[in-house]
C-alpha cells in the first residue's frame, strides 16, 4: 500500500523500543560478545541476565541437553552480584546502543527491594523485569510466584520503589491471568510470558539425568504453543497491559503470531543461542509481514485475531 | 570470528573419522590451534543445537589456502547428519571460536598427548611448533586402531612417537597415560599439550603438577551457543590470586585451560545417579528380566 509509513518501533508502557524483538533474559552474554554477531541497534532490547545480590557460580555441567525441538537447560543463574553487575556488565550492555532491560531475582522480598534501589538513575536501562520462578526463601516454597499473592507482593515492592517501569516475567506454574492480574494491580507495569518451563532430562544409556543440577528448564519451540496460549489468555482478560510474549519464537511469523495473540513485542531466547543474528532476522520478517499486509506498525497487529463470533459453550475444554 | 556459509570442497572417511574439508576463508585466516568451530544444523530438524569441533587443519597459504578441516566420529543426531554431507555441499559455521593455545618462548621440547580426535587440534598446534623450531613428540592413543587419528601423520609431525591403543590392534596395548611417564622422560619434555576425555586430562595434569611440568589442555564442556551468550559450558577455574574459583565458559575463556588451575574434582564430580548402585555385599542383578 502506498503512503503508508511504516515503522518497526513500539511503545510498550511508555518504553519506546526501536523494534518489538529484543534478546530474552540469560541469552545476551555480558555485553561483550554481541559486538560481532549482531548490530546492537536492529535490537528492540537486550534484557541482561538474572542478577542477584549475592554473585551466584551456578549450577553443575552439564547444563544443557537437547530435546525435541527444544533445549533442557539450567544455568543456577550464575551471574556476578548486583555491585560488578552495576560496575562491569551494565555499562557494556549499555554502550552496545540497544535499550537494556535488568532482570533481577532473588530469594526473599527485601532482595527484590534492594536490587531495585541499586537499579535506579542508571543511564541506558529502560525497565526492570523481575524473574520470580526461584525458590521462595523466606516462605519456604519451591516457586515465588506459585501464589498470585506472594507474586503480587514481590512485584508490587518493587514497582513501588522503581522509577522505570517493571514487567513481572511470570512462569506457568499457577493460574496465570490471576497471577498476572495481581502484578498489575500491585503495579507492574506489563508482564513477560513465558519463562521456560520446569523440565527434566534423561540419559537412559548412562542411567542418568542429563544435567548436572537433575531438573531444568525447557525452552525453544517446543515451548511456543503453550506461551501463545498464555499470552492469550492474558491478553483476552486484561488487553490494556503491556505483553512480552517470549517462549519459542525462532522466526519472523512466530512474532507476529505472538503478536496476533495479544503481545505488544517479543522476547527471544533459545533462538539467539542457537543464531545471535535470529533477533534481528525474526524483526525484518516482522517487517515484511507488515508490509505484505499493508499494516503501519506491530502495534496494529494486536487485536486482529479473528475470532469465532459466539464463543462455542465447549470451548472451554 | 565470522559466520560463513561455506562450501564443502571434501568429505572424507579417516579411520573411524569423518574428515570435512571447507572453503572458509574468513575463517581458516584467523584460526589458531586449539580453537574450534561451529556447525548450524539444518533449520527443518527437531535438533537445534550447532555442533562444536576443533580445528584440524586451516590453510593461510598455498594452492588449499582459505580452507578449513575438522573430524568428527558420527554418534548422536547431528553428527550422523554431517557425516552425510557431500562435496559442495554448504555448512553454516561460525568461527573462529575460542582461546587457542600458546606457544613457549624459551622452552623448545614439547610433548603432545592426544585420545581419539584430540589428535585433531594437537596435529595444527604440532605444525605450528615446528615452524617455531620447537621439538615436537608425541603420545597418541584410542580404544582401537580405527580410532587413532591419522597415526601417520602423527608419526610424521614428531620426532619421537608412541601409539597406544586399549586392545593393542596398534602400537602398545594400554592408554596414552602408560606411556606418558617413559615418553616425557626419553624426550626431556619441558611443556605438555593435551586433548581428550575430561578424565585423561585430569590424570595428564596430575602428572604435570608432580613433574612441574607447564601443560595446556583442550577440555569439550557441552556448548551451546559456543559464543558466550547462554553460560552453558563452564569450568571451574581457580583465580590467580588464590581467592577461590570461577565458573569460566569454555567457549570464550577456553577452550585450552592451564590444567593446574582447573579445579577437576568440582568439573567431574559426575550427573548423580538416577539408580543407586547396590551397596556391597548385595548381588547384583546382571540380567534382566529374570
Ligand atoms: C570445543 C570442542 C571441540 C570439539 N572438537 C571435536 C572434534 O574435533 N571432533 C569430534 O568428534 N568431536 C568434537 N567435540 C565434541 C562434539 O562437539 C560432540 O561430539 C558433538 O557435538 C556430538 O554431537 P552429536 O550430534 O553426535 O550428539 P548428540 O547426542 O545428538 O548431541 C546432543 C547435544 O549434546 C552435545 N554433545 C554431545 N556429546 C558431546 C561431547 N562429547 N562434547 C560436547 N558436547 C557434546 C551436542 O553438541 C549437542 O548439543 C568437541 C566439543 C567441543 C566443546
Ligand atoms: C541458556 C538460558 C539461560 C537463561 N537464563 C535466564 C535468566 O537468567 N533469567 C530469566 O528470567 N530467564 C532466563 N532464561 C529464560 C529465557 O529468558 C526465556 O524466558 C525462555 O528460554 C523461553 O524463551 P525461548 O523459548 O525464546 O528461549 C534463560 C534461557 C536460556 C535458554
Ligand atoms: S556455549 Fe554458550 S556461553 Fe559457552
Known sequence: ?317 | MRRTRAEILSARRVGAYHSLTLVAPEVAERARPGQFVAVQMPEDRDYLLPRHFSIHQASRRGGWAGTLEFCFEPGGKGTTWLANARAHGFLDVTGPLGKGFAYPKRLTNCLLVAEGHGAASLYFLAQELLVREKRVDMVLGAGTMERVFKPIEGKRLSQTNAIMTEDGTLGDRGTVLDALPEMAARCGSEVIYAAGPAPMLEKVAAFCRERRIPAQVVVEERMACGVGLCHSCVVPVARKDGSGYDNLRACVDGPVFNPARVLWDRWMSDVPTMIPTPPEGLPVVRSWPG
Not at chain 1, 31 to 48: C, Q, T, Y
Request: charged share 20%; aromatic share 2%.
Open chain 1, 1 to 317: 500500500m502506498a503512503g503508508v509509513k511504516r515503522s518497526l518501533a513500539v511503545d510498550v508502557g511508555g518504553v519506546l523500543l526501536p523494534t518489538p524483538v529484543m534478546i530474552a533474559s540469560g541469552c545476551a552474554g555480558t555485553g561483550r560478545e554481541l559486538a560481532g554477531l549482531v548490530d546492537p541497534h536492529k535490537l528492540g532490547a537486550i534484557v541482561s541476565r538474572s542478577v542477584t545480590l549475592a554473585p551466584r557460580k551456578g549450577t553443575p555441567t552439564p547444563r544443557i541437553a537437547e530435546s525435541a525441538s527444544g533445549i533442557v537447560w539450567s544455568t543456577g543463574l550464575q551471574n556476578p552480584g548486583i555491585e560488578v553487575f552495576v560496575k562491569e556488565e551494565l555499562p557494556r550492555l549499555v554502550h552496545t546502543g540497544a535499550p537494556v532491560i535488568v532482570s533481577i531475582a532473588g530469594g526473599t522480598m527485601e532482595e527484590y527491594v534492594r536490587l531495585t534501589s541499586l537499579l535506579q538513575a542508571r543511564p541506558g536501562v529502560v525497565a526492570i523485569e523481575t524473574q520470580i520462578s526461584g525458590r521462595d526463601e523466606e516462605l519456604g516454597r519451591e516457586v515465588l510466584a506459585s501464589r498470585p499473592d506472594r507474586a503480587a507482593e514481590i512485584v508490587g515492592a518493587v514497582a513501588r520503589m522503581s522509577m522505570i517501569p517493571v514487567f513481572a516475567k511470570l512462569p506457568l506454574l499457577a493460574d496465570v491471568v490471576e497471577v498476572a492480574r495481581g502484578c498489575v494491580r500491585a503495579g507492574a507495569t506489563g508482564l513477560t510470558l513465558i519463562d521456560a518451563l520446569p523440565a527434566l532430562g534423561v540419559t537412559a544409556s548412562r542411567l542418568r539425568p542429563s544435567l548436572g543440577s537433575v531438573s531444568g528448564w525447557l525452552s525453544g519451540p517446543a515451548i511456543r504453543p503453550v506461551a501463545l496460549r498464555a499470552v492469550f489468555d492474558v491478553a483476552s482478560a486484561m488487553p490494556d497491559v503491556p505483553i512480552l510474549g517470549c517462549g519459542g519464537v525462532r522466526t519472523g511469523e512466530d512474532a507476529v503470531e505472538m503478536m496476533l495473540a495479544g503481545a505488544w513485542a517479543v522476547q527471544v531466547g533459545t533462538a539467539t543461542v542457537v543464531d545471535p543474528g535470529a533477533p534481528v532476522n525474526v524483526a525484518t520478517g516482522v517487517l515484511a509481514y507488515l508490509k505484505e499486509k499493508g499494516l503501519a506498525s506491530p502495534a496494529d497487529l494486536r487485536g486482529r485475531l479473528r475470532l469465532p463470533a459466539a464463543p462455542d459453550p465447549e470451548g472451554s475444554w
